[in-house]
């Protein structure tokens, strides 16, 4: 290398490490001191930018396959011992393919382990005929010696001995944005390729170059099935889709609505490193044997709380993996909640810690790795930047809203998604000096962008009906009474930012957003929540009682009946009701697992409760 491109070479070394040690000017308190973050808290204490190694990733978990003379070799992390379990994916034998698992497993040793097709998996074990066509599709489980279910993957290969991999879908397809006369396909190789899709002899092409393909299809016709097919490389995958009805005609349809699948106690698929797969599967199952058109699901899929985004996609992936059988056909969409954290940490030399949204907030936030993962709807409001508390008006300063605040209409039906965990700041409750989102705080820009959403909406002849939803609960009923929209009744907490508290506290903010969808909508039926892990209903009607007995603020005058519908019950650990004011208007509260499904016909509108687990109905009611 000579003497300028090395000085070059220095140069762009140098403005590419202070840009990763500057922080955004929304967190006024973050230094940049010997090239490392530091929190400056006002005490003079400082707090250090720590590194958290992830105990795994979804890199790691891929397993980098390589075919062999027998079968297929994997390359896990090198710390990892355990089980591989594996068996064929029988394309073509189910609607909903699934991995039948093989009598025999393999051990993983060292991160490292083979699974031998040719000899265990050939004769009677042939059930996809690979002998004879010399392709086929292995799915895999990866288990630690302890017993804990870290990913499920899978692999296609090509060749009768020797083997190699071949082109492999290992995420989706899934049937996202769906209208009456468009859709996404969505989905993700393992190598770069040009991903496809046919439909209807049409071939749709994607991106060439890239494994994470998002293919736009139009020219469909409104309420029409149609076949598609997903081509990457030489794999091909064929499934189905319903177009929306046109818009504004006023057909049956049913839609469903969950929460908080992150995962749980008891073994097994319950506990998929991060999610909870079981209750996911049966959800799915449910939402497709009552024919739902599409699932609202806002929140806590995952445990999160994590400080590495190839981790948190690893999570995500075990969570996408366990709808995709189902979400081949149907759309999922989805809303941010608080473990959907991705952090920055910083911890103090007693050992004391903060939290905040990590960043760079473009690549590195919560927020951006939701929009990597989901496909959602980018009709939202940009960030809270030009907002009263934006420190620098010429720049960027805030993370984005993009696919995590938006709408999305169907027939007479629309849906508004809003995020009350934006910029979140998990340790702002315990710091009052710390920069950083409330838990269940909808931020200036967020709420005036719902208000010109509503309006809209209110002179749109095609829509009947709208829902909100928001992964906290406007009145929690158990589990989250200390923080959601309500803090025990104390108005004080409220977002910090750039050294600055914001103008309104959580229970005025609370009143801002019902006096939108209650009183300045006709539309709005409910309000579609989550975060307690429980399904429980709430009247909010006049009669309700909101307010702490010292309250000394205006007093919100409700002028119509809506519901708050709480569901989450997707699989998190259970919360039991606690007794709050409101306690009286809430019925039917339950620790059963539950899925919400909207009957929805012309200007009707009624609602069932159902458990995936036993079909079990738990609740009904007529709602328009």
Known sequence: MNTTLKYTFFVVFLIATQISAQAPAVYSSVKSIDGKLVYLAPDGEKYFEKQITPKFTQTGMLGNPVGTEEGIKFDFSDN???????????????KHPHAVWFKKSAKIKGGKAEVKIAGNLSGKYDMIGWEKSGNGTLGYRVMTSEGDIIYDGKVTFRGKGPFEVAATIIDGPFVDLVTDKTAVISFSANKELQGKVEINGKEFKGLSGTKDHEIKINGLSPSTEYEYTVI?????????????????????????????????AGGGERKIYGANAYIMKKIMALCTREEASFMQFTGDFINGYLTDIDEMKLQYNNWKKAIAPFAHYMPVYEGMGNHEALMKVFVSESGKRLWVDRFPFENESGEAAFADVFVNPDNGPSSEDGSEWDPHKSTIDFPSYKENVYYYTYDNVAVIVLNSN???????????????????????????????????????????????????????????????????????????????????????????????????????????????????????????????????????????????????????????????????????????????????????????????????????????
């Open 232 to 264: 990457a490389g030489d794999t091909r995958e064929t499934f189905s889709f319903k177009t929306a009805p046109e818009p504004g005609s006023r057909s049956s349809f049913i839609f469903a609505y969950a929460s908080d699948s992150r995962h749980a």
């Open 80 to 94: 990892l011992n355990g089980t591989l379990y594996y068996g064929f994916i029988p394309y073509g034998d189910s």
């Open 422 to 624: 934006y910029f979140y700041a998990p340790h702002r409750k315990r710091y009052e000096w710390l920069d950083g989102n409330l838990h269940g705080y909808i931020m200036d820009n967020q709420l005036k962008w719902l208000e010109e959403t509503l309006e809209k909406l209110e002179k749109d002849k095609n829509i009947d009906h709208i829902f909100t939803t928001q992964h906290t609960p406007v009145f929690p009923n158990g589990g989250h009474v200390q923080d959601d929209m309500w803090y025990n009744g104390d108005n004080t907490p409220r977002p910090r930012v750039a050294g600055r508290d914001v103008k309104y506290g959580i229970i005025e903010r609370r009143d801002q957003y019902l006096d939108l969808i209650i009183n300045k909508s006709s539309k709005v039926r409910a309000v579609l929540t989550g975060d307690e892990h429980n399904y429980a209903r709430t009247r909010i009607d006049k009669k309700l009682n909101i307010y702490p007995d010292n309250w000394d603020k205006e007093k919100l005058e409700i002028s119509r009946t809506i519901y708050q519908i709480n569901n989450g019950a997707a699989g998190a650990p259970y919360y039991a009701q606690e007794k709050t004011p409101w306690s009286d208007a809430v019925s039917s509260f339950t620790t059963q697992n539950a899925l919400i499904l909207f009957y929805v016909k012309g200007e009707s509108l009624r609602m069932k409760v159902k458990n995936p687990d036993t079909l079990e109905l738990i609740d009904e009611l007529i709602l328009n």
